[in-house]
């Protein structure tokens, strides 16, 4: 049974509509494990999944997690594959990694822009969301309530997303870096006009993902967003690094080369493909230029395996991980 926090209706998707009270971890034993959709009190809406009670437990086991566990939040990109969360979980597979992990995993629903008639975030340097939607002040209300009804590790909140999505993700760590441990971006970028508002503030663990055939979010950038090495140069700066630092290999392939430097700050990686179009790295997406040029190649690195496994890592040297 769900705790009465909770009032819960069955249909397509589970629709839970949330009153937020704070609990004990010890206090979860009705809340449901699995994948299911969320309602705040404001309407907005994402899909939560949350792990199995034991950790990589064998047979079938029962009960969310009752000690604290890291929580990722995986933004969509600018779309209409309604429903939208169901989409980002086919391409990206969040939650599967999450369950290998034994995290939480929340996809939000972005607000619908008119206009264009898809589904996305109003942030840095890219709209795609309904005119006037605060997708910042949604981010602080999806971290509250799991704050207030999961068993989250707040040390440990983590952010990606794809596209628009990614775009996001660096904005949320530009304006809340104290929020956030580390994210992920995944072929996204900064605004021109917003760039100098990230060159300053503390410092986060960056992991970014991007291909030099990106045909809709340029790897070089354009006129509007800058390149992904402006980017990543930025987020070296910001989190310490002088420039003479030496990059490690972290992954190396025909396809792909990640290297990342150990900033004072955080540690910034950046995984650069090529050969691949605007796609979510090692996951399911269509390609929007060329039909088939998300096809993950051999050699690609899984970006979604990659983001848990360096945040665990991280996690392990400042002794919070398991």
């Not at 999944?49 to 969310?64: D, L």
């Not at 995993?105 to 898809?118: F, M, R, Y």
């Not at 002040?137 to 009804?149: H, L, M, P, R, V």
Request: with cysteine; net charge negative.
């Amino acid at each position: 049974m769900m705790s009465t926090s909770f009032s819960v209706c069955f249909s397509l998707f589970l629709i839970v509509i949330v009153t937020a009270v704070a609990q004990q971890c010890d206090d979860y034993a009705g809340t449901p494990s699995g994948s299911f959709n969320i309602s705040l009190s404001d309407g907005r809406i994402f899909q939560l999944f949350t792990p199995w009670q034991e950790f990589e437990c064998e047979g079938y086991c029962t009960g969310p997690p009752r000690d604290l566990r890291p929580l990722v939040i995986d933004w969509h990109g600018c779309n209409a594959h309604v429903p939208v969360a169901a989409y980002q979980e086919q391409v990206s597979r969040i939650e599967q990694a999450a369950s290998d992990f034994g995290w939480y995993a929340i996809t939000p629903v972005g607000s619908k822009e008119e206009l264009i008639a898809e589904y996305g975030w109003n942030t840095l340097g890219i709209k795609c969301g309904k005119f006037g939607v605060d997708d910042f002040k949604f981010a602080d209300d999806i971290i509250e309530w799991a704050s207030k009804n999961l068993c989250v590790d707040l040390d440990r909140v983590y952010s990606t997303g794809f596209s628009t999505g990614a775009f996001h993700s660096y904005s949320l760590a530009c304006r809340k870096p104290s929020t956030f441990a580390g994210i992920a971006p995944i072929a996204g970028s900064l605004g021109r006009l917003h760039y100098s508002e990230c060159e300053s503030g503390d410092p986060v663990s960056v992991l970014s993902f991007h291909s030099k055939d990106d045909k809709t979010v340029p790897y070089d950038g354009n006129l509007e967003w800058e390149s992904q090495e402006s980017v990543t140069k930025m987020w070296e700066k910001r989190n310490g690094c002088v420039g003479n630092e030496t990059s490690t290999v972290t992954f190396q392939s025909e396809t792909t080369t990640c290297l990342r430097k150990e900033c004072p700050g955080a540690a910034v990686e950046d995984c650069t493909l090529t050969g691949l179009d605007h796609c979510w790295v090692g996951g399911r997406s269509g390609g929007f230029q060329t039909p088939g040029s998300c096809v993950k190649q051999e050699g690609d690195v899984d970006a979604t395996r990659h983001m848990f496994q360096t945040w665990e890592m991280e996690a392990r040297e400042k002794g919070q991980g398991r």
